[in-house]
């Protein structure tokens, strides 16, 4: 029987879990969250859920809400689909942080939970909803994805 080569299976690994160094911690989040949420990321099957996207993504929706004032904001399409590029649209890494909290445990999921409120609220407050998003949007279902976008 075939058997992977060491270097193989060195790189399905995330670097951190071969060197034994504990995951990046998660600005605001607790040590224990940040682990749980590293977990969740380095076993998850879906494509956009991968080590460092939770961080990311938190990073992005915090960024888009950062320009002071209270004019309207908009999120924007993203370029390319990639992994790296998709974070260029808020709505994107809204969809990654949902995606990590329906596969996290209670505790965590609820500290993470507050956190994405939080931002929720000020998305809520500095977006315009989208009369016509049911026609326009491929997820209509989500409430992030039923506001005007440039």
């Known amino acids: 029987m075939p ?4 270097g193989a299976l060195r790189a399905e690994q995330s670097l951190r879990a071969v060197r034994g160094l504990p995951p990046e911690r998660i600005h605001g989040l607790s040590a224990r969250t940040s682990v749980v949420i590293d977990r969740v990321e380095t076993f998850s099957g879906d494509y956009y859920v991968h080590p460092g996207a939770t961080d990311r ?3 992005r929706y915090r960024a888009f809400l950062r320009p002071p004032g209270r004019r309207p904001l908009y999120p924007q399409d993203a370029e390319c689909s ?3 590029c998709s974070f260029d649209d808020v709505r994107h890494a809204r969809d990654v942080l949902e995606k990590v909290l329906r ?3 209670p505790r965590p ?3 993470l939970g507050r956190h994405v409120r939080a ?14 998003a049911a026609d326009r949007q491929w997820r209509p279902d989500l409430w992030w994805r039923r506001r ?3």
Do not use: M, N
């Not at 058997?3 to 060491?6: A, L, S, V, Y």
């Open 3 to 6: 058997r992977k080569r060491p």
């Open 57 to 59: 993504a938190l990073r």
């Open 82 to 84: 990639c992994r790296g």
């Open 103 to 105: 596969q996290l445990p």
């Open 109 to 111: 999921r609820a500290q």
């Open 119 to 132: 931002l929720d609220a000020g998305y809520v407050g500095r977006t315009l909803p989208d009369p016509f």
């Open 148 to 150: 005007l976008a440039g």
